[in-house]
């Protein structure tokens, strides 16, 4: 199993950004993926998730109606389009999957400065 997102960086408040998480390794498509981010001093905390196909997705408190995950099955990939970046989105964001144990990539670093 292996998960290794990409499309961090540095953006201005109210800015955007599109993470992109890309899974090998296992059938990607039977299984929900999630969004996480770390932000330094503080707890991993649960951004978003999609359901297999799609069709559900939920969001924190947080980041809800700024951020989108989608996934395309076709390309095992899973998104997430962040706008509206605030200083405090500033993190590190991990994909994670659950199969028999939970599996997570290297994580990609987001920072929101001006």
């Known amino acids: 199993v292996q998960l290794v997102e990409s499309g961090g960086g540095l953006v201005q408040p109210g800015g955007s950004l599109r993470l992109s998480c890309a899974a090998s390794?296992?059938?990607?498509?039977?299984?929900?993926v999630r969004w996480y981010r770390q932000a330094p001093g503080k707890e991993r905390e649960r951004v978003a998730y999609?359901?297999?196909?799609?069709?559900?997705?939920s969001y924190a408190d947080s980041v809800k109606g700024r951020f989108s995950i989608s996934r395309d099955n076709a390309k095992n990939t899973v998104y997430l389009q962040m706008n509206s970046l605030k200083p405090e989105d500033t993190a590190v964001y991990y994909c994670?999957?659950?199969?028999?144990?939970?599996?997570w990539g290297q994580g990609t670093e987001v920072t929101v400065s001006s």
């Open positions: 994670q999957v659950r199969i028999r144990g939970d599996y």
């Open positions: 390794g296992f059938s990607f498509s039977s299984y929900d």
């Open positions: 999609i359901s297999t196909t799609g069709i559900y997705t």
